[in-house]
């Protein structure tokens, strides 16, 4: 049996404006909202590690879902306007995860999602969508003046691999990393937990886009 929890919807002293997601509504482009990402992620992932955090507030509203619901061609009356209060989606409410994602690290490819689907939310109510960094693994090391990539054997951030951060400019290397984070989401009215789930990502520390697209991995690189 799945439990839904309940939790503090304050994210603390430590958290911080970091972006602003614009979300636009509807087919025709005329209903813009936006949300303030906050919490703890470093921008660009210089100096990303395990307990950091970044969440954002966000609304479904009715042309969200029959936006998403006629792109997919889901034609559950649940999601249509029919419904008095119609449902958004599970797969629409799990997409803010990886706009938070590419919102700060504009260098990352998803990998894998999982998710558990705990209680409905209805269009109109206040989300509270949440990634949480549990684990950072270096993939690969690359020097940048030289064009040389070194296979790092999968080391942890912030235990052996602290020496290839680009922080402060650095030292012309560039770290291509696995990064899992838990996924949720609440709802912010009664701070009921709605979606859970563990993500996956590949993320290359600092700006430029690079060889991102190409670095596919195997089972072996996130172990």
Same mark, same amino acid.
């Given at each position: 049996m799945i439990r839904s929890t309940i939790r503090l919807l304050s994210p603390g002293p430590i958290s911080k404006p970091l972006a602003v997601l614009n979300f636009t509504s509807g087919l025709s482009n005329t209903s813009t909202h936006s949300g303030v990402v906050e919490g703890t992620i470093p921008m660009n992932g210089i100096g990303l590690a395990p307990g950091q955090f970044a969440e954002v507030k966000r609304t479904f509203t009715l042309p969200d879902i029959t936006t998403f619901a006629s792109t997919t061609g889901d034609s559950n009356p649940i999601h249509t306007p029919s419904t008095p209060s119609p449902l958004v989606p599970g797969l629409l409410l799990s997409s803010?995860?990886? !706009? %938070? &994602? !590419?919102? &700060? &690290?504009?260098?990352? $490819?998803?990998?894998s999602q999982s998710l558990k689907f705990v209680a409905p939310v209805h269009s109109g109510q206040e989300c509270l969508c949440r990634i949480d960094v549990k684990d950072v693994k270096t993939l690969r090391v690359r020097n940048k003046d030289k064009g040389e990539n070194?296979?790092?054997?999968g080391e942890r951030?912030?235990?052996e691999d602290k020496s290839g951060s680009n922080e402060g400019g650095g030292t012309g290397r560039e770290q291509i990393m696995v990064v899992k984070f838990a996924t949720n989401v609440w709802r912010v009215k009664d701070g009921l937990n709605v979606l859970?789930? =563990?993500?996956?990502? $590949? =993320?290359?520390?600092?700006?430029? %886009?690079?060889?991102?697209v190409q670095v596919e991995g195997s089972e072996e690189d996130v172990r």
């Open positions: 803010t995860f990886p !706009s %938070l &994602l !590419s919102s &700060l &690290l504009p260098n990352c $490819v998803y990998r070194q296979e790092r054997g951030r912030g235990e859970g789930g =563990v993500g996956e990502a $590949v =993320v290359k520390e600092g700006k430029g %886009l690079s060889e991102m």
